[in-house]
C-alpha cells in the first residue's frame, strides 16, 4: 500500500463511541470557559495582576484549547474524571470569590441571591452562542489533524456507515452554530422587503464558498491528497454543502414563515427519512444506481454528499428556530434562566426520541444524515448550549459579587431593567467598559472563516511534511498543540489588528 492508501485506510470502516461519551466531552470545555472567567476576576481584581494582551491569550489558550486536545487525544479514556476535576477546580474559584466579594460583604447568600435575580443584563449578543461556534471551530481544528496520528482514539473519529463519532458530531454542530446566526436571524428586516432583494442578497453571500469549494477540489486532487471517499464522494466537500444549504432556505423561507422554521426542519427529515425506508434512495447512497458501488457519473460520485444535504438542511433549519429564541429580547435573569432550562428540557426530549428511533426505525448515520443523525446532532447541540448559558449565568453571578469585576465575552450586568440602553446603569465603570476586549473566543467567534481556512491549509502541510502513521504519541502532541498555538496566534493578532474577510 502506498503512503495515501494507508492514511485512508486508517480514517476509514470505523463504527464511532456512544452518545453518552460524546455528550459529557461536550460539557467539558463548557466548564472550560466557566473556570476561565473565575480565573481571569480572581487574577486580575482580586490578586491586582495586570492582563496584557499576551498574558490574556497565554490563559485562554492554555484553559481552554490545550485541554480540549488533551481530551480527544491522550485522556479520552478519563472524561468523567477531566470534568470532576474542572468543577472542582471551579467551585474552589468561586469560593475564593465569594469569600473576598466587594458588594453586598455583609448580607446572607439568600439575600445576595435575591438581588441578583432582580438585576438585568444587557443583551446586545449572546455569549453563548459565540462560546458554542468557538468550540465547535476548535474542536474541529484539532480533530481534522489529530485523527492522522496514532495517539487519536479511532472511536472519536467519522464513522463509515452507521454510528456516532465525534467529529461526526463537529460537522453537523458547525451547521447548527452558523445557521444561529445566519443573515435571517441577523436581520430579521432584510426579509420584510422585496423578495427578489432578499434571494439576491443570499446569492451574493455563497459566492465566496464556491471559490473555496473549488479550490480545496482542484488542490486535493493535484496534490494527490488522501480522502476519505464515502464521507462525501469523489468531487464533493463540505463547502457544496453549505452552498446547497444556503440556496434552498432562502427559497423555503419566501415561503414559509421564519419563525415555523422548526415545522420545516421536522418535516423534511421526517420525508426524507420515509424516503430512505419506502424508496430505493438508501440503496442508491450505499451502492449506486447499479447496485454494485459504482462512482460513474455526477450522481454516482457524489452521492452521499448530494442526498445528505436534506439533512444538513433539517438542522439548518433547526439552528435558525434556536437563534430565533435565544435572540429574542430577554434582558432580566430569571428569563435567562428559563431559556436555559427549556434547551435543556429540549435536548433531554431529543435524546430520548433519539433512542426510540434508533430502536426502531434506523441507527444513526452521518453518511446518509439520517433522521437519527439530525436528532442527534440537534440534541447535542441543545445540550452544549444550554451548558454554556447555564455557565454564563453562574458566570455573572461571580461578576455581581466583585465591584468592577470585568471578563470578555460575557454579559455586561445592569442594576435595573430598562428599556433604552441609552439610560442604562451599568454596574461596571466606563472606564472599564472601554477596555479593549482581550479574548481568544471573540477572536475566533470573529475570525471564523480565517480560522477555518487557516486550519485546513496548515493541516495539509503538516499531513505532506510529516509521517503522522508511525509518529510518538509525545511528538504527535507536541505537534497538534504547536498547530494550534500558531493558528489561535495568527487568528489573535489579525482580531486584535481588526483585520478581516467578510462576505454576508
Known amino acids: 500500500m502506498s503512503q495515501k492508501q494507508m492514511k485512508e485506510a486508517f480514517v476509514s470502516n470505523l463504527n464511532g463511541t456512544t452518545v453518552l461519551e460524546i455528550t459529557q466531552g461536550l460539557c467539558f470545555p463548557a466548564f472550560c470557559i466557566l473556570c476561565r472567567g473565575f480565573l481571569i476576576i480572581f487574577s486580575q481584581y482580586l490578586c491586582s495582576f495586570s492582563h496584557t494582551w499576551k498574558t490574556r491569550f497565554f490563559i485562554d489558550f492554555v484553559v481552554l484549547i490545550v485541554p480540549m486536545v488533551a481530551t480527544l487525544t491522550i485522556w479520552a479514556s478519563f472524561i468523567l474524571l477531566e470534568l470532576l476535576a474542572v468543577i472542582i477546580f471551579g467551585a474552589g474559584l468561586f469560593y475564593q470569590i465569594y469569600r473576598r466579594r466587594t458588594c453586598y460583604a455583609r448580607l446572607p447568600f439568600q439575600k445576595i ?147 415555523k422554521s422548526w415545522i420545516i426542519a421536522l418535516s423534511v427529515t421526517v420525508l426524507y427519512q420515509l424516503a430512505l425506508d419506502f424508496t430505493s434512495l438508501k440503496r442508491l447512497i450505499l451502492y449506486g444506481t447499479d447496485g454494485s458501488g459504482t462512482r460513474i457519473g455526477l450522481l454516482n460520485a457524489n452521492r452521499e454528499g448530494i442526498i445528505s444535504t436534506l439533512g444538513y438542511m433539517a438542522i439548518h433549519m433547526a439552528g435558525v428556530q434556536t437563534g430565533l429564541y435565544v435572540h429574542k429580547n430577554r434582558s432580566h435573569i430569571k428569563d435567562l434562566i428559563k431559556v436555559a432550562c427549556f434547551l435543556l428540557l429540549a435536548a433531554i426530549s431529543l435524546f430520548i426520541s433519539l433512542y426510540v428511533v434508533q430502536v426502531n426505525v434506523e441507527a444513526v448515520s452521518r453518511r446518509m444524515a439520517n433522521l437519527a443523525f439530525c436528532i442527534w446532532i440537534v440534541a447535542s447541540s441543545l445540550i452544549l448550549l444550554s451548558s454554556l448559558l447555564l455557565g454564563d449565568i453562574i458566570l455573572s453571578f461571580a461578576k455581581f459579587l466583585i465591584r468592577g469585576a470585568l471578563v470578555p465575552c460575557s454579559w455586561k450586568l445592569i442594576q435595573s431593567p430598562v428599556t433604552s440602553k441609552k439610560h442604562s446603569e451599568y454596574l461596571i465603570p466606563e472606564a472599564e467598559r472601554m477596555e479593549p476586549r482581550l479574548c481568544l473566543i471573540t477572536a475566533l467567534n470573529r475570525k471564523q472563516l480565517i480560522f477555518f481556512l487557516l486550519s485546513n491549509i496548515t493541516t495539509g502541510l503538516i499531513n505532506l511534511m510529516v509521517d503522522t502513521l508511525h509518529s510518538s504519541t509525545l511528538w504527535a502532541l507536541f505537534v497538534v498543540n504547536l498547530y494550534m498555538f500558531s493558528n489561535c496566534l495568527i487568528v489573535y493578532v489579525l482580531y486584535l489588528q481588526d483585520k478581516t474577510i467578510q462576505f454576508w
Not at 203 to 209: D, K, R, T
Request: aromatic residues 18%; positive net charge; proline residues 4%.
Open 113 to 259: 441571591l435575591e438581588k441578583f435575580l432582580n438585576i438585568s443584563l444587557e443583551s446586545e449578543y449572546i455569549p453563548a452562542i459565540s462560546c458554542f461556534r468557538v468550540i465547535t471551530s476548535a474542536f474541529t481544528a484539532i480533530a481534522i489533524l489529530a485523527v492522522d496520528f496514532p495517539f487519536f482514539p479511532r472511536r472519536f473519529a467519522k464513522t463509515e456507515l452507521y454510528g456516532t463519532g465525534a467529529m461526526d458530531f463537529g460537522v453537523g454542530g458547525f451547521v447548527f452554530g452558523t445557521a444561529m446566526v445566519c443573515l435571517e436571524v441577523r436581520r430579521r428586516k432584510c426579509m420584510e422587503g422585496s423578495k427578489l432583494h432578499y434571494f439576491t442578497n443570499s446569492l451574493y453571500s455563497v459566492w465566496p464558498l464556491i471559490f473555496l469549494g473549488i479550490g480545496r477540489l482542484a488542490i486535493i486532487k493535484s496534490i494527490g491528497y488522501q480522502e476519505h471517499l464515502t464521507e462525501y464522494g469523489v468531487h464533493w466537500n463540505f463547502f457544496f454543502t453549505i452552498i446547497v444549504v444556503k440556496l434552498i432556505t432562502p427559497l423555503l423561507f419566501i415561503i414559509f414563515p421564519l419563525n
